[in-house]
T-cell receptor
Framework: DTEVTQTPKHLVMGMTNKKSLKCEQH?????MYWYKQKAKKPPELMFV???????INESVPSRFSPECPNSSLLNLHLHALQPEDSALYLC?????????????FGPGTRLTVL | QKEVEQNSGPLSVPEGAIASLNCTYS??????FFWYRQYSGKSPELIMS????GDKEDGRFTAQLNKASQYVSLLIRDSQPSDSATYLC???????????FGSGTQLTVLP
């Protein structure tokens, strides 16, 4: 089973709203990732959690706040976003952060900021 | 120089032909190489991973790795219209244990 689930599928929010994206995996993976993907561009890494600890933050603005409550769950809290933050937000997981570990992506959340 | 480069495409091939997708990378110490397929509006799907020089076959897909020349390729045999998608090459380099993606090659298989 290589399933990573994400909710919601679509989200429309205003610039003053607070919302959260959720990601879940049941593969026993210990590394989880948030990526942002704009149209016709490759995914860009935002955050990496390894064993529930934040290990990489690619200088993402503070209006994005990740949380890893346990090894199966990953949240991305959104606050005071800008229209340019509209994108596909992808969650991925891998067994660990060794070089040979394959990353599997969830279906993504399509975010529109008005 | 970009870390991971792919032929920009778009690439069109007739149904039944072999589609050849190429990728070069700049970090000579890169360890792991992946091909993802992404349909329009969907998320990337892992289709191949390769770690050592040579060929790796899985069904109609063959990944080829040449570390000396720093390139990795994906061949799709007997291409089908359902193979029409963007193909992303991704590499894990020697220092950062994270995926670096190429910009993707859009493939169209014409019926």
């Amino acid at each position: 089973d290589t399933e990573v689930t994400q909710t919601p599928k679509h989200l429309v929010m205003g610039m003053t709203n607070k919302k959260s994206l959720k990601c879940e995996q049941h593969m026993g993976h210990r590394a989880m990732y948030w990526y942002k993907q704009k149209a016709k561009k490759p995914p860009e890494l935002m955050f990496v959690y390894s064993y529930e600890k934040l290990s990489i933050n690619e200088s993402v603005p503070s209006r994005f706040s990740p949380e890893c409550p346990n090894s199966s769950l990953l949240n991305l809290h959104l606050h005071a976003l800008q229209p340019e933050d509209s994108a596909l937000y992808l969650c991925a997981s891998s067994q660990g952060r060794q070089a040979y570990n394959e990353q599997f992506f969830g279906p993504g959340t399509r975010l529109t900021v008005l | 120089q970009k870390e991971v480069e792919q032929n920009s495409g778009p690439l069109s091939v007739p149904e039944g032909a072999i589609a050849s997708l190429n990728c070069t990378y700049s970090d000579r110490g890169s360890q792991s190489f992946f091909w993802y397929r992404q349909y329009s509006g969907k998320s990337p799907e892992l289709i191949m991973s390769i770690y050592s020089n040579g060929d790796k076959e899985d069904g109609r897909f063959t990944a080829q790795l040449n570390k000396a020349s720093q390139y990795v390729s994906l061949l799709i045999r007997d291409s089908q219209p359902s193979d029409s998608a963007t193909y992303l090459c991704a590499v894990i380099g020697s220092s950062a244990r994270q995926l670096t993606f190429g910009s993707g090659t859009q493939l169209t298989v014409l019926p």
